[in-house]
């Protein structure tokens, strides 16, 4: 399960104003329009990025899915403990 707030680098308690913040300074980042100079891999990259924040902006836009997504969340079984563990280490440190 993808974890939405991972995605745009925020905190699960952030108000809409961050969430919102968070969608517009990464969709700014990967929009195609914004990458000129990169090759077609990098934007090939970059719009399934852009795809993944607008899923995410979508779900913890919406009060409801934001709700069912955190209730989803919080139940989930991790099927793989090790890549959960590195997802966190990646996403403490490279901050």
């Known amino acids: 399960m993808i974890n939405h707030f991972s995605v745009l680098g925020?905190?699960?308690?952030?108000?809409?104003d961050d969430i919102k913040k968070a969608y517009k300074r990464l969709s700014n980042k990967y929009h195609p329009d914004?990458?000129?100079a990169a090759s077609d891999e990098e934007k090939a990259l970059a719009v399934s990025a852009l795809h993944r924040v607008q899923k995410a902006y979508d779900v913890l836009s919406d009060p409801k899915l934001r709700n069912a997504f955190i209730r989803d969340f919080n139940n989930v079984i991790v099927p793989d403990p090790s890549a959960?563990?590195?997802?966190?280490w990646d996403g403490?440190?490279?901050a």
């Open 34 to 36: 914004k990458l000129i």
């Open 84 to 88: 959960a563990m590195r997802e966190i």
């Open 92 to 94: 403490f440190y490279s």
């Open 10 to 16: 925020i905190k699960p308690n952030a108000k809409e």
